[in-house]
């Protein structure tokens, strides 16, 4: 079932998303050479902390596979990862793709959104992949529109990234959100054009290509969490929360610097 929200939840919910801009923001200011991913996590839950805010995703727990809890603030993604990686103790290097994403609950309300990092000077293909996928986000961003189909968004996505020679992920979609980090419906980042609900004015979804150098396909870990390209190549996620209104999209967690690459 896909909740509505009034404009007085939506404005809830855009101070929930500026919570999430700033942590991220913050978090590619501080993702360079040398730094760990788990200084990166303590940091960003120390400002969730003290905004008043929690972090949504620690001690996340699926409700459709068996998995321990999410155990950080922070989803830490490093080159080959495609979303859910774990922060810890490997450090940052020249050159690596670091894809973050976190959602910050404030208030009864859930704001989640995503960026990808080159720490340094990255490869050509890095560097490409990551301009990629940011395009992508603003393709399908346009598209949430009152009167399109949800499918449209997703169809935008897949159009873009594959004629740039990527591939989107299919096993992994975005999401509507509101009170929860998780609602209807799932916003897929393929498929045909003109299908699916309408988009309306009070949706909100959070709309998160995931794009791979090569193929689509991804592999979990053991424990679930991290998720890797299968054919060990490299992976980009960009993510935002986006308000459908009569007068077209509202992005709920701007301003990120999606532009935040670590020169």
Known sequence: MILLKSRD?????????????????????????????KELDVHAERLILESGGRPAFKGYQPDFIRC?????????????????????????????????????????????????????????????????????LEVAIKMCIPGKRLSDVSHAIQDFVESEGFQVVRRF????IGRSMHEDPPVLNFGDPGKGPELKPGMVIAIEPMVNAGTYEVDAS????????????????FEHTVAITEDGPDILTAPIALTANRK
């Open 222 to 237: 053991p424990d679930y969490w991290p998720v890797y390209t299968r054919d060990g190549k490299l992976s980009a996620h």
């Open 68 to 136: 321990g809890p999410f155990p950080a603030t922070l989803c830490t993604s490093l080159n080959n990862e495609v979303v859910h990686g774990i922060p810890g103790d490997r450090v940052l290097k020249e050159g690596d793709l670091l894809s973050v994403d976190t959602g910050v609950e404030l208030d009864g309300y859930y704001g989640d959104a995503a960026i990808s990092i080159i720490i340094g000077k990255g490869s050509p293909e890095a560097e490409r992949l990551v301009e990629v996928t940011r395009g992508a």
């Open 9 to 37: 939840e939506i404005e809830k919910m855009r101070k929930a998303g500026k919570l999430v801009a700033e942590v991220l923001s913050e978090v590619a200011r501080l993702a360079l050479p040398g730094v760990t991913t």
């Open 173 to 176: 979609v975005g999401h509507g």
